[in-house]
């Protein structure tokens, strides 16, 4: 009880409170990520006692998990990588008039996941630290395939086309060094590849970037309609609806805190696969399955419990053996090392001081987080008013400087402009970002377990029994199974229509059939080059083409039917001056290391809106020259003084 009234101590409160508050804002920023906040703050603990400096770095390290649900929901963009499944409902809700629901949702089971978390952490973190220890190669290895086979079910659309991107996803994971060899691999010759793609670059570029193109080109649309507004009208909502919604159907805040918790505690693994696994399972035992992705609040309570559990879990390892459990955790080791202090079973006994005084201001700190998110909701919701022509450029300024800042690497620019165009086209003929992100996430770990795995196996004389015996893995892949059985089942289900289609073989001939039969050409030539490669090079790359040339060719015998659900999209006329707009944002984008990055923020700030101000003068009479002007060269400054004075970006 000593440490803990140590907690509200007027210099702790204080810390705690600058902290959350940080990391709230931090976590809103697109490509700013809780890693990175941790990471850029651990310098200012070194004037600050231990206590302090974690307390600043927990109270980061939750409000930044917690703040990325905001552009997640506003804006469908991701403000971490933990948040992508918050953007399957929380931006539809959005569309809806009902963002200040589904923020009040998000704040709220943030915090009942965040607590569930804290409570493991402070109560059980021996025991579980130790059963996280019984998880080795194998296990991780099915717990990936679980995450990857879930990409079928977790997306709307067709199964076939999700899980062409999940294996798009794991080839881009592919790029770099391989973690088991060590030397470099499909790298076409390109030196600065051999470094592999970077994940913060990655999911920028399949969320934000795109998202921002996306509102650029939907401008036309949007200034010829008389109800342009109507979808983002707010409806009325009151907190106490939000508490019971969560509170009477415990079943989705229970399902994400407890998967966010238990791979928490898995090293290496993070909030990102947390939150899609506890999204799917919320899909799985709910009634109301076609509601997801259409604005199912249940969606949101679940990804967002468990992105904020898996925060305690995370720590469990790192605080008692060492291990960090999530890419976060692992900057916070850099934290504790710095002040001396070393995690392990001592940590409780030599610095108990330290150690409980910080468990028990990181529950604290849920409760100054409810007390804060819900406050904050008034105002958050007013971004939703921002002109669409201000937004996009501001989008993809914290997409630039997001992906940089990570690394101080300009490839990342490079690759979020490039995966962000690509991506841009993929969704006009359904493919999904998310199935994308999921594979290049799991891709590396799958194949680390299938590698080590394989050569644990041989050494103990079968590698087959290996990784089908256990009861871990048993369970584990038995979950992969029923995952595929259900999406054989889903796909089936949507296919009933078949009955009415006829068969045409015209469709095989036509110009998207060609387009699918030169990527399959393409897909087995790649596997030709592979198959000359070394064996842990090869194998699980040779194993994804292959799944990806059956799933290319599902596609291709769909063109031989009528009416399918795979007619080429976007029958409208095509702007030509609105794609050279595109093209010339992306250009500007790349030449950011050239040209300056407060320039082309400027460059940007200025082009979109007299883009709308010179074609749309007349549906738009409240934009001038005069406010265009104020605005960007306003923005711009801020940036400068975020970024270059207090942060100290090498721009």
């Given amino acids: 009880m000593e440490f803990f009234w140590q907690v509200f101590e007027v210099h702790h409160v204080l810390v705690l409170f600058l902290g959350l508050f940080l990391g709230i804002v931090i976590g809103a920023l697109p490509g700013l990520t809780p890693t990175m906040g941790v990471a850029l703050m651990i310098p200012f603990t070194f004037t600050l006692g231990p206590t302090d400096g974690l307390i600043l770095l927990g109270g980061i390290y939750c409000g930044s998990v917690f703040g990325g649900s905001i552009p997640a929901i506003l804006f469908n963009v991701p403000g971490a990588p933990a948040n992508v499944a918050t953007t ?14 589904a923020l009040e949702l998000a704040t709220i089971s943030s915090v009942i996941g965040g607590l569930f978390g804290m409570f493991l952490l402070l109560f059980f973190a021996p025991v579980f630290a130790d059963f996280s220890l019984r998880f080795g190669p194998t296990e991780s290895f099915w717990i ?56 913060v670059a990655v999911l920028i570029g399949l969320f934000a970037f795109p998202q921002a193109l996306r509102m650029i080109e939907e401008l036309r649309y949007r200034f010829r309609s008389k109800n342009k507004q109507k979808s983002y009208n707010q409806a009325r909502s009151s907190i106490r609806e939000s508490f019971g919604d969560i509170f009477l159907t415990p079943k989705y805040v229970t399902i994400g805190s407890g998967l966010g918790a238990f791979i928490g505690m898995i090293p290496g ?87 409980y005084t910080f468990l028990y201001s990181m529950i604290a700190a849920q409760v100054l987080l409810l007390i804060l998110g819900l406050s904050l909701i008034k105002y958050m919701t007013k971004l939703t008013s921002i002109p669409v022509y201000f ?29 962000g165009l690509l991506m841009f086209f993929l969704q006009k003929y359904g493919f999904s970002p998310a199935p994308i992100a999921l594979g290049f996430i799991l891709g590396p770990i799958a194949e680390q377990g299938l590698l080590q795995g394989l050569q644990l196996g041989g050494a103990r004389g079968s590698a087959f029994t290996y990784f089908f015996t256990g009861t871990w893995n048993i369970i584990l892949y038995s979950l992969v199974l029923l995952t595929v059985v259900l999406a054989a089942r889903q796909a089936i289900s949507k296919s009933k229509m078949l009955q009415k289609l006829q068969f045409s073989p015209q469709g095989l001939t036509a110009k998207n059939g060609w387009v699918w039969l030169l990527v399959g050409g393409s897909i087995l030539g790649s596997m030709y080059l592979m ?18 040339f ?44 050239f040209i300056g990055y407060y320039l082309q923020v400027l460059l940007l700030m200025l082009t979109i809106p007299l883009f709308v101000y010179f074609k749309f003068k007349q549906e738009e009479p409240s934009l001038t020259i005069g406010k265009i002007t104020f605005v960007s060269v306003s923005f711009t400054l801020i940036l400068y003084i975020v970024f270059s004075l207090l942060l100290k970006v090498p721009i």
């Fill in 550 to 593: 059956v799933l290319v060719m599902i596609e291709y015998g769909k063109r031989a039917f009528v009416n399918s659900d795979n007619k080429a999209p976007l029958q409208q006329q095509i702007s030509w001056s609105l794609y050279l707009l595109i093209g010339f944002i992306s250009i500007v984008s790349v030449l950011t290391t």
């Fill in 88 to 101: 399957f409902d929380g931006y539809p809700m959005t569309q809806q008039g009902k963002s200040r629901k």
């Fill in 144 to 199: 990936a395939i679980f995450g990857i086979t879930v990409i079928a079910v977790i997306s709307d659309g067709s199964v076939s086309k999700n899980l062409i991107g999940g294996c798009m996803g794991i080839a881009l994971s592919f790029i770099g060094i391989s973690t088991i060899t060590g030397t470099a691999r499909f790298t076409f010759g390109f030196d600065f590849l051999v470094g592999g793609l970077h994940m």
């Fill in 391 to 419: 937004m996009a450029p501001v989008i993809i300024a914290f997409s630039i400087i997001g992906a940089y800042a990570t690394q101080n690497n300009v490839i990342d620019i490079y690759t979020v402009v490039c995966i």
């Fill in 531 to 548: 198959s000359q490669m070394s064996f842990e090079q090869n194998i699980f790359p040779l194993i994804n083409a292959g799944f990806l």
């Fill in 269 to 355: 693994a993070g909030g990102n696969i947390a939150s899609l696994l506890a999204y799917n399972e919320a899909k799985r035992f709910s009634k109301k399955k076609a509601s997801f992705g259409k604005g199912e609040k249940n969606g949101i309570i679940a990804s967002e419990s468990a992105n904020n559990a898996m925060v305690g879990g995370s720590l469990i390892p790192l605080l008692t053996l060492g291990i960090p459990g999530s890419p976060t955790a692992a900057i916070f080791l850099g934290g504790l090392l710095i002040h001396g202090i070393w995690p392990g079973n001592n940590l409780f006994v030599d610095h108990a001081d330290v150690a």
